[in-house]
DNA sequence: ATTTGAGTATACGGCTTGTAATTCTAAAAA
DNA sequence: TTTTTAGAATTACAAGCCGTATACTCAAAT
């Protein structure tokens, strides 16, 4: 009963695209209803497929989730980081860096259906993390370009404060009331500050003095 | 068969121990464990009663959460908010609610579980978001009281931009490798570069006249 | 024509949140 | 002290998840 050689070309063709209209399916999903109410059955039946297909393709559930972060990142066009970071003006790399972000925040609402479902699946969660860790870095280095007259330990604090800035939890909080387009404009003028601080300032600050107990 | 009159005292103290005693071992629970592993089933035997007792205590789980936060709320010291805005010096007050916050954040483990929570409980989000609301209507009453030379429009930015400095979101963001202390320096500083923004520069700032599509 | 693989159908087990009916227990009233 | 009564425990049930296992279908590759 030795198997014989089988490569199949157009069944696997086949399973590929379901295996995209399963993604699209669950992302029309999540932008439609909160994620309270997503289920696989949900997602399965809205791509014409069955709950064990969904589980054949993607393992689980935190799989399929992690597959739909995929393509939200491909097209949230997140590649435009690789030029804002080798910005000749270090500054305008920053500004640029946090427009890519506050647009991909704010142009698929599965992203932030994405964000909620870390509360409740931490593969997800873990995925989620190391690619924001991408943006650390990113803005790490747009720093360390800049050649501030600032310790390491400064630039640490300036690098994790705009980390936080350009989050999505920032970008949602500041959307209640407001248009994508004003939420950035106030995230990039806190990121403005926080080089300023860090630029035009004594090392100990205004009020880097005051206690905590 | 009219029921005669029936005033339980022991009764009802005795229910209200247990419900405390719920709560507590709810407390305790999220303290020690993820959110994803929460149930009423847990809770109800960390506690000694049964999980319908929690039901006729709560009526749901999101109820018992909600429960839970009063308690936190409660024990995090957050009466000092009424302190703080009315503090002589506005500025003073602003610095001094970011560290009350802080030290709500940090203080109790629970508290972020609760707003892991949020994600999959809307009533326990609604409630949160209710809770939340206050803290921008302080930062706004300390806002009104710093006799800003800025527009309504930039006030409202910077009571949110500070809201949104000052929520636990922001602060678990910060939190990342640093104390506490750490974090509530930095967010403060950040703070106060917001409150600079408005005072010492122009009405249009360094980066507000960037563009945004 | 026969093997092969992906999808389907069906079923099960375990865990959740809720609800319902019944019984037990101890405190309050007579 | 005896009876009434509220609260809790017990037991049971319905529904919805996720995850897995087994057998079956059917089109594609050989």
Request: glycine share 8%; proline share 5%.
């Amino acid at each position: 009963m030795t198997p014989r050689p089988y490569v199949s070309r157009a069944r696997a063709a086949a399973a590929e695209a379901r295996r995209q209209a399963v993604i699209e399916a669950a992302a029309a999903f999540m932008r439609a209803n909160p994620m309270t109410v997503f289920s696989l059955e949900s997602v399965a039946a809205a791509a014409g497929v069955t709950r064990l297909t969904v589980y054949k393709q993607f393992g689980s559930r935190g799989g399929l989730l992690e597959a739909v972060f995929d393509v939200l990142a491909r097209n949230g066009r997140l590649g435009r980081i690789a030029d804002v970071v080798t910005d000749p003006d270090p500054r305008e790399g920053l500004m640029r860096l946090a427009e890519v972000f506050c647009d991909f925040w704010s142009g698929d609402a599965a992203v932030g259906r994405l964000h909620d479902a870390m509360a409740t699946d931490p593969d997800l969660a873990r995925a989620l993390s190391e690619r924001n860790e991408r943006r650390r870095r990113a803005v790490a280095a747009l720093l360390e370009r800049m050649q501030l007259p600032a310790t390491a330990g400064q630039r640490r604090d300036a690098a994790d404060l705009i980390f936080a800035l350009t989050s999505y939890p920032m970008f949602r909080l500041l959307s209640g009331g407001r248009s994508a387009a004003g939420a950035c404009a106030l995230i990039k003028a806190a990121c403005s500050d926080a080089l300023d601080r860090l630029t035009a300032r004594p090392p100990a600050g205004r009020a880097s003095g005051t206690h905590w107990h």
